[in-house]
Structure formats: structure tokens, C-alpha cells
């Protein structure tokens, strides 16, 4: 199958699954601020498809499932979150060409691009909460960004590596392995 249209059909399916994935948590903002599973597919998709294809996945993703379902609000949350899931598509799909083949390196690459997108989502809620003159301390930003999401921290790095290599196994990840 031709390399792009493999990447698109990838892509298409880890978009339609986060605007499903959310609804296992029947659109509780709560439960999902805890699980984060519309991260899941951004994160499969970077690895998957590459950075470009992970970044326009994760940029749009949550405005997507924020003008069609509701969820979540537009602004500042689904706005910040397009930061941040893009940084994630984005990184993923770098750190994985980059890194060796070896499975080390697709937790390290998971762990890195999770870390750098909160980051970004961080910068961006405190950018734009600063030009309405919202406070957002480093206390809101670690709660936000890690004390809330610990147990879909660890769901992601638990079952994304997995996945990945159950798809490798079945032949329908291709990792670029070098000889």
C-alpha cells in the first residue's frame, strides 16, 4: 500500500478515536482531565505516521471534538490542548525516527513528548489566562499538568508501548528499523 495513503488511513482512525475515547468517560471534564484518553491516538499517531501527521492530528483533535460534542470548552481549554497535542504528534514522530530502534526508546520517546507538550500547554494557558488577566501560578500549571493526570500518565505509558509493539508483531507498524 502506498506509504501516504497508509498514513492518512492511520491518521483518519486515531482522529475519529479521539473524538470516541472521550465518551468512555461519558464526558466527564473531571474523569477526563484525570485519564486524558484524547491523548492516546495523538500519541499512537506520531509514532505511527510520523511528526507531521501526529502535529495536524493533535492540533486539531480537540477543536474538533470541542465544536462538534461540546467537550472540551473552546477556550482556553481545547485552545491549549491543540498546543499541546500537536507537541506531542510532533514529538513522538521526531523522537522515534531519531532514537534507536530498541523498545527503551519508545517509552523514553513516549515520556519525553509527554512531558514537552505539557510543558507547551503550560506556557500557552499562562499566555493566554495573562491577557485577560487570569491568574495561573506554577502551583495551577503542576496541578493541571501532573497532579490531576498521574493515573493517565501512567495508562498512557502502560498501554501505548504495547500497542505499538502488538501492531509491529502484526506487521502494520513498520518502526524504520535500521539493519
Same mark, same amino acid.
Given at each position: 500500500?502506498?506509504?501516504?495513503?497508509?498514513?492518512?488511513?492511520?491518521?483518519? $482512525?486515531?482522529?475519529?478515536?479521539?473524538?470516541?475515547?472521550?465518551?468512555?468517560?461519558?464526558?466527564?471534564?473531571?474523569?477526563?482531565?484525570?485519564?486524558?484518553?484524547?491523548?492516546?491516538?495523538?500519541?499512537?499517531?506520531?509514532?505511527?505516521?510520523?511528526?507531521?501527521? +501526529?502535529?495536524?492530528?493533535?492540533?486539531?483533535?480537540?477543536?474538533?471534538?470541542?465544536?462538534?460534542?461540546?467537550?472540551?470548552?473552546?477556550?482556553?481549554?481545547?485552545?491549549?490542548?491543540?498546543?499541546?497535542?500537536? @507537541?506531542? +504528534?510532533?514529538?513522538?514522530?521526531?523522537?522515534?525516527?531519531?532514537?534507536?530502534?530498541?523498545?527503551?526508546? @519508545?517509552?523514553?520517546?513516549?515520556?519525553? =513528548?509527554?512531558?514537552?507538550?505539557?510543558?507547551?500547554?503550560? =506556557?500557552?494557558?499562562? $499566555?493566554?489566562?495573562?491577557?485577560?488577566?487570569?491568574?495561573?501560578? @506554577?502551583?495551577?500549571?503542576?496541578?493541571?499538568?501532573?497532579?490531576?493526570?498521574?493515573?493517565?500518565?501512567?495508562?498512557?505509558?502502560?498501554?501505548?508501548?504495547?500497542?505499538?509493539?502488538?501492531?509491529?508483531?502484526?506487521?502494520?507498524?513498520?518502526?524504520?528499523?535500521? =539493519?
Amino acid at each position: 500500500m502506498n506509504k501516504t495513503l497508509k498514513n492518512l488511513i492511520y491518521a483518519a $482512525a486515531c482522529l475519529a478515536l479521539c473524538i470516541l475515547l472521550p465518551f468512555l468517560t461519558g464526558n466527564n471534564q473531571q474523569l477526563g482531565n484525570i485519564l486524558c484518553l484524547m491523548h492516546i491516538p495523538v500519541l499512537l499517531c506520531g509514532f505511527l505516521c510520523g511528526p507531521w501527521w +501526529g502535529l495536524a492530528v493533535g492540533a486539531i483533535a480537540p477543536l474538533l471534538r470541542s465544536v462538534t460534542v461540546g467537550m472540551p470548552p473552546l477556550f482556553p481549554t481545547a485552545v491549549a490542548m491543540a498546543f499541546e497535542l500537536a @507537541v506531542y +504528534g510532533l514529538l513522538t514522530g521526531l523522537l522515534h525516527r531519531a532514537f534507536p530502534k530498541k523498545p527503551i526508546f @519508545v517509552y523514553v520517546t513516549l515520556i519525553l =513528548a509527554m512531558l514537552a507538550g505539557r510543558l507547551m500547554s503550560g =506556557a500557552v494557558q499562562f $499566555a493566554f489566562l495573562g491577557l485577560f488577566k487570569t491568574p495561573y501560578s @506554577v502551583q495551577m500549571f503542576l496541578t493541571r499538568s501532573f497532579a490531576t493526570p498521574w493515573p493517565g500518565i501512567l495508562l498512557h505509558i502502560a498501554i501505548i508501548p504495547p500497542i505499538l509493539f502488538a501492531l509491529k508483531e502484526a506487521g502494520l507498524f513498520d518502526d524504520g528499523k535500521r =539493519a
